[in-house]
């Protein structure tokens, strides 16, 4: 491993380099490509260098034991022990961050979330797991932008797709990929029985120009005027924007912004993203697999996460993981559900799952 570690090293080193020569600015596909390889190894090489000099000060202290006597001898042993414990902490460290890297960390993420089975309490709830988010978002320092609502009747959202911006988004984000099963009582129901609902989140890596280059010929770009609940006209020039991707039969349609060049920008950065999302699967033989696995058919019996109002419980069963803090985690707190979902893909890693 101490080699290995040494080749990354010098490898950063030779990235720093790289990216103080400012003809490196002239070239955006090598700048970007320099960036998030410096954002992937820093840590990596941070756990390095603190492991080098706790490996030194333990080699110190040990020499020194020898010469010395009384108060100062007992003073170095619990230096050594000090030293020993961090340099086991740092091995442990190393052993994750050398861990396979998901080609997607450190990237935005483009969120969709739509109500799928229970009609307008599905809509509801697709509003509350936006709110969540939202809150989540908040609470990591993250950037959060709406490219496209569609609002239902009652003011939930028929569909939601938002973009989060901060290096993390992605590894936290990634998770929360699938259908979501609700079961409180709606605000329609008269009589107090408790229904079930679902609503889907499908989470993409948010791709960049260099990532997709997309051949104007392979686009027919429609326009239309936009609409709002019900179908009435909510503007009054055709501002919304269709993009079909023919090789693929992919369409994204925006229309929140006024402007068509706005829309049109915004929707070339879904397809571009939906575009990665798709070649990395079918990269790893998964696509049809892993897009029904986020998705699903929406069906109520289909779910990763159920919520629970009754009970205020969150059950995540992926994992078997439960909490009676639903209350919270609606307010963003999902960090320990995130932080759980995350150990278990690190020790599947660890032991060869």
């Known amino acids: 491993m101490l080699d290995r570690l040494e080749r990354l090293e010098d490898e950063f080193r030779s990235v720093e380099a790289r990216l103080s020569d400012p003809k490196v600015f002239e070239d955006n596909a090598a700048y970007v490509k ?16 603190a492991r080098r ?3 030194e000060d333990l080699e110190a202290a040990r020499e020194m034991l020898d010469g010395t006597s009384g108060d100062d001898r007992e003073v170095l042993r619990a230096e050594i022990v000090a030293a020993e414990a961090t340099i086991d902490r740092l091995d442990d460290e190393l052993k994750v961050l050398l861990l396979p890297r998901d080609p997607n960390d450190g990237r935005n993420v483009i969120v969709e979330v739509r109500g799928a089975e229970g009609g307008e309490e599905a809509n509801l709830f697709a509003k509350d797991l936006f709110d969540m988010y939202a809150a989540y978002a908040q609470r990591q320092g993250w950037r959060l932008e709406v490219m496209e609502s569609s609002v239902s009747d009652m003011g939930g959202f028929d569909a939601v797709t938002f973009t989060l911006k ?6 936290h984000m990634k998770y929360e990929g699938g259908p979501h099963r609700v079961q409180r009582v709606p605000v329609t129901e008269s009589q107090g029985r408790v229904h079930t609902s679902s609503a889907t989140v499908t989470v993409l890596p948010e791709a960049e120009e260099v990532d997709v280059t997309l051949d ?12 709002g609940p019900g179908g009435q006209s909510v503007n009054t020039t055709d501002s919304a924007v269709r993009i079909t991707h023919k090789p693929t039969g992919l369409v994204v349609s925006m229309q929140d912004e006024k402007s068509q060049i706005q829309n049109r920008a915004k929707a070339l950065v879904v397809l571009r993203s939906r575009l990665l999302k798709a070649a990395q699967d079918e990269q790893a033989a998964e696509l049809s697999g892993q897009r029904k696995a986020q998705v699903g058919g929406g069906g109520r019996s289909e779910k990763i996460r159920t919520y629970n109002f009754k009970e205020n419980r969150l059950t995540d069963h992926r994992i078997g993981y439960t909490a009676y803090n639903l209350d919270k985690v609606l307010g963003g707190e999902l960090d320990a559900v995130v932080g759980a979902l995350m150990q278990d893909e690190r020790s599947r890693q660890l032991g060869g799952g």
């Open 34 to 49: 320099l960036t998030r390889r410096h954002r992937e190894l820093e840590p990596v090489v941070a756990a390095v260098r």
């Open 166 to 171: 901060g290096n993390s988004a992605w590894s």
């Open 53 to 55: 000099q706790a490996a």
């Open 216 to 227: 104007p010929n392979d686009l027919q770009i429609d326009v239309y005027r936009s609409s």
